[in-house]
């Protein structure tokens, strides 16, 4: 299979000219995960190729800061959405600071709590009652979107 290397950001980087499927052969189909990179490492064709990689610190740090600006973001359109649906309600408007804590709740408690009953209940079924894993983890998803849904709905009619 032709490949190339190539220097970006003072990396090297083997390019692939193929789509490599799940056992490795030219075409398309699944990608396994990890396979390329670490077929690439195993044979490699030279040393040349090993050279010392100085973008790994920024780039992972890039990340992290990319991630929590994410997140941020994420919450500030929770807290939104949350807001216009109280109002379309037609329930009392209330102070940024307190739809931000009760987001907050909502998102660091109470769905927390909800997936940790939910697996508790999967893990119930299928290791103790025998009930096959489909079924199993079907219902445990069934009852978290069903409760999530009425604590979330519980949350909109709070009056203050």
């Known amino acids: 299979m032709p490949t190339k290397t190539t220097c970006r950001r003072g990396r090297l980087r083997r390019q692939h000219d193929a789509q490599l499927d799940l056992f490795g052969r030219g ?44 997140g941020v973001a994420a919450f500030f359109a929770d807290v939104w959405v949350f807001r216009r649906q109280r109002q379309k309600r037609g329930h009392a408007s209330r102070g940024i ?3 931000a804590i009760a987001v907050a709740h909502f998102d660091f408690v109470t769905a927390v709590w909800i997936a940790l009953v939910s ?5 119930l079924l299928v290791l103790g009652f025998g009930v096959p894993v489909a079924w199993g983890v079907g219902i445990g998803v069934v009852v978290a979107a069903v409760w999530g849904y009425r604590k979330y709905a519980q949350l909109l009619r709070e009056p203050q």
Do not use: W
């Not at 995960?33 to 973008?55: E, T, V």
């Not at 697996?119 to 893990?123: N, R, S």
């Open 27 to 70: 075409g398309s189909g699944f990608l396994f995960f990890g396979y390329i990179r670490d077929r690439d490492q195993r044979d490699g064709p030279s040393h040349l190729l090993k050279a010392p990689n100085h973008c790994n610190e920024s780039l992972s740090t890039m990340s992290l800061v990319t991630d929590l600006i994410a």
């Open 97 to 99: 600071a307190d739809d």
């Open 119 to 123: 697996v508790g209940l999967t893990l």
